[in-house]
Structure formats: structure tokens, C-alpha cells
């Protein structure tokens, strides 16, 4: 897709000729900028960022967006300054300089997700080809270069704003310590891979008072040997069901799946396959329905960065409850005590069981998504068409947040109870972010 859309853009280019300006159909384009998520999307699988740091790679850069939008539209949408926890300050456009708002909108998004991501110029490609659409399709050289200085003075502040979220600090904190009590979790096959961000809940909330102002209740208590055991119960349920799949169980799961690193072995040979991450099919999603209702730019810009906020501070809720029950997952404890030799369908991820980090960002994303679009928005989410999973269709955006509950459930990776708990918890989360923020007026 990054390749056919910079192809799709030099094509314009060369080919098209114009009597008179004609930039803003091409850079006020709804579909562009959720082409440009897309392009971000793909740099954040391409270099292996976990879900809890690529919803922090899409927050801030979909943040930069939306407040170049506010500046240029004061009378529709209100700043985040003083909303989202430390944001004091951004930028504000020179007065009386002619600015496209919208193209530096979509400048400000990739300067600052490429700045927070890797390799270095890993958008270059994609903001040179957005320069020479502007020059080629009749954009005033003096309005280039305003927007694109704008775009970088928002980016500047986002950035400086970014780097005090305390996520420098969390990457030289200890790791998670693994020992031998029963309930507590371990690494698991095939990888075993050390626990994932244990110190997430340390960084800086946006909407959230702080990451402990939900207090996620304890999971069911650890127990394989009473039957009538609501742990027993839970073990059970998750076993039998992975056992027996049917051909929709199996899509479902496999449809949110969303391992950004799934690694493969066969005999000596191990190799890894990537999908978008979790936050990473939340925002193809967005894109998705702003199309469907026929979102135009603004509306597609406040989507994504209100949406992205919810994953982002979704994700923190979640990742603190997990590190303060460090529970096991449900193929450690099948494996143990049940049938050594069983797997759940998909590959478990290396991090605590309870909660659910998929069930949480998912209902999160769907309060802000729908805040933004409408309720019973039916769409049909193509997102994973790229990885070879057909596409699924559903009612509404919490449709699709309700249906994540059963995906990680079928997928044998997390037992009902946190599945269901975890959902809850956020859609707690999404209707904070939708009763606290004042975006669109």
C-alpha cells in the first residue's frame, strides 16, 4: 500500500496538467490522510514496535494533526491544550500568513510519527511526494512554505510535550521478574520471550487522572483442583472450546488476531510473520468508517486523534492491572496440570494474562469512534485483507469491540472472565475520553 500510494501520487504529478490551481481535491482528500495513517501503520509494523508502543507512535502523531486542524478552524474545533494531561502549549500560526491547513495537517502527522518511530526519514519518501503534488497542482509558493513551516512548529510541540511522558525513563527500568509461584506468569512457546512493558503503567496519561484511577477487581483466585472453582471452571471453558472449534470460532479469532510478531517454526527453521498491531487495526478501522459515512477531512483528522487517545490511555489502564496480578495464561496452566501437549489457537503473547489488553483498547476505541461518527455505523472492516484473512461486517463500531471479547477467548489466549471484565473496564475508559475532551465544537 506505501508503495502504491507514493506511485499514486508521482503519477499525478507527471500526468496531470491543470489549466488552474487544483491542489486542495487532492491534499483535502479525506482518504489521504487515512492513506497517511496507513503509511505510519506500516512503518510501525515494519520495525517491530509492541501494541503498547505503537498506540503511543499513532497518539502523538495523530495529535500533531488534529491540532494544526484546530488552529486553522477555531470556530469548529477546540485545541487539546489544558484537556490532555501536560499538553500547556502549541504552536499557533503566524498571524495573517496564509496557510493550507489541511496539507499541513497531513505534514505534521508524519513529521512527528516519523520522529517517533524509526529508521530516520522512513516518511521522507511520502512528505517529498506530497510537496511536489502541492507545487505541480497550483499551491502558492508562499502558502507551501507557511504550512509546511507550521507543520513543523506543531510537530516541534508535540514532540518536546512527548518526550515528557516519562517513556524514556521506562526503557532502562528493570525487567519483570519470573519465578516459581503457580499463579504468576511465565514465559511461553515458542519464543519465550521476556514479559512485554512492565513499567507502562508508569507513563504519563492523557485523559485518565493517572493509570491507577480505575481499580480493576482480582481475577478469579487460583485453583486446579476443586472442579466447582471458578478458576477451575474458567480453565475448563477455555480448554474445551479451543478444542472444538468451528469454522466461524476460527475466523474470528484468526480476524483479531493481530500478533504484530507471530514467530513460525518448522523443524530447525523459524521465521516471523507481521500483521497490524491491535491500536494498529483500530485506526485502519477509523479510516474505514469515516469513509463510510462520508466523514470529510476534519471529521476524519478529530476520529483519529480522539480514537487514538482512547488506545492510548486503554492500554495503560490495561498493562497496570496486568502488572499488579502478573497472571498466568491459560496455556501455561493447561500444559501443567491438564495435557501437556495442548496449544491454543493462536500463539500467546508475552505478557500476563489478566486483563486483556485487545478487549480493553477495543471497547475504548469504539466509545470514541462512535462519539465521533455515529452510532450503528454497519461496515465491513477490510483491514486484514493484506494478511490473507477475509473481511468481516458488522452493525457498529461496539459490534466489533463486543465480538473482540469472543476472539481472544477462542483464540485460547485469555480465559472468559477477563475477556468480559476487560471490556468493561473499557468502555470505562472510552466514555471518559468522550465526556472529558471538548474537540469538535
Known amino acids: 500500500m506505501r508503495r502504491f500510494l507514493f506511485f499514486m501520487l508521482i503519477g499525478a504529478v507527471l500526468f496531470t496538467s491543470c489549466k488552474k490551481p487544483d491542489y486542495e481535491k487532492i491534499l483535502h482528500d479525506p482518504t489521504l490522510y487515512s492513506r497517511t495513517v496507513h503509511d505510519l501503520n506500516a512503518v510501525v509494523m515494519g520495525n517491530n514496535f509492541t501494541p503498547v508502543v505503537a498506540s503511543r507512535n499513532y497518539a502523538y502523531a495523530a495529535i500533531a494533526g488534529y491540532e494544526v486542524i484546530a488552529a486553522g478552524h477555531p470556530d469548529k474545533y477546540k485545541s487539546l491544550v489544558g484537556q490532555v494531561n501536560g499538553l500547556t502549549e502549541v504552536a499557533k500560526p503566524i498571524a495573517g500568513e496564509k496557510i493550507d491547513y489541511e496539507y499541513a495537517s497531513i505534514l505534521a502527522f508524519c513529521k512527528v510519527g516519523e520522529a517517533v518511530t524509526f529508521p530516520e526519514g522512513s516518511m521522507k519518501d511520502y512528505t517529498d511526494s506530497l510537496h511536489q503534488i502541492a507545487v505541480t497542482h497550483g499551491m502558492p509558493s508562499e502558502m507551501i512554505t507557511n504550512s509546511e513551516n507550521y507543520a513543523k512548529a506543531v510537530a516541534a510541540s508535540i514532540m518536546a510535550w512527548s518526550k515528557k511522558d516519562n517513556y524514556a525513563k521506562t526503557r532502562s527500568a528493570p525487567k519483570f521478574a519470573v519465578n ?68 466461524e470460532q476460527t475466523h474470528i479469532a484468526d480476524f483479531w488476531d493481530d500478533n504484530p510478531g507471530k514467530l513460525n517454526v518448522s523443524g530447525h527453521v523459524m521465521f516471523v510473520t507481521k500483521k497490524f498491531s491491535p491500536p494498529g487495526h483500530w485506526m485502519s478501522i477509523v479510516g474505514i468508517g469515516a469513509q ?52 491454543p489457537h493462536l500463539q500467546t503473547p508475552p505478557f500476563p494474562e489478566y486483563t486483556c489488553g485487545h478487549c480493553t483498547i477495543s471497547a475504548a476505541a469504539a466509545e470514541a469512534l462512535t462519539s465521533v461518527l455515529g452510532d450503528n455505523v454497519a461496515y465491513t472492516d477490510t483491514s486484514e485483507l493484506e494478511f490473507g484473512i477475509k473481511s468481516r461486517s458488522y452493525k457498529s463500531f461496539r459490534d466489533a469491540a463486543k465480538e473482540n471479547v469472543l476472539a481472544r477467548f477462542y483464540g485460547g489466549i485469555h480465559f472468559y472472565n477477563s475477556c468480559v471484565v476487560s471490556h468493561g473496564f473499557g468502555d470505562i475508559v472510552g466514555d471518559s475520553v468522550v465526556k472529558k475532551l471538548i474537540m469538535k465544537k
Open 180 to 247: 516459581d509461584s503457580a499463579w504468576r506468569w511465565v514465559p511461553t512457546p515458542p519464543a519465550y520471550s521476556e514479559a512485554v512493558e512492565p513499567h507502562w503503567g508508569e507513563i504519563r496519561t492523557m485523559v485518565m487522572h493517572d493509570a491507577k484511577e480505575y481499580t480493576v477487581p482480582p481475577p478469579p483466585a487460583f485453583n486446579v483442583t476443586d472442579p466447582n472453582s471458578k478458576y477451575y471452571k474458567e480453565v475448563m471453558y477455555i480448554k474445551n472450546t479451543s478444542d472444538s472449534l468451528n469454522a
Open 292 to 343: 463510510k459515512v462520508n466523514a470529510d477531512f476534519n471529521t476524519t483528522v478529530c476520529a483519529y486523534a480522539k480514537t487514538a487517545i482512547a488506545l492510548f490511555d486503554a492500554f495503560i489502564e490495561s498493562w497496570t492491572a496486568k502488572y499488579v496480578y502478573k497472571t498466568v495464561r491459560p496455556e501455561t496452566i493447561v500444559d501443567k496440570y491438564f495435557d501437556k501437549n495442548w496449544r
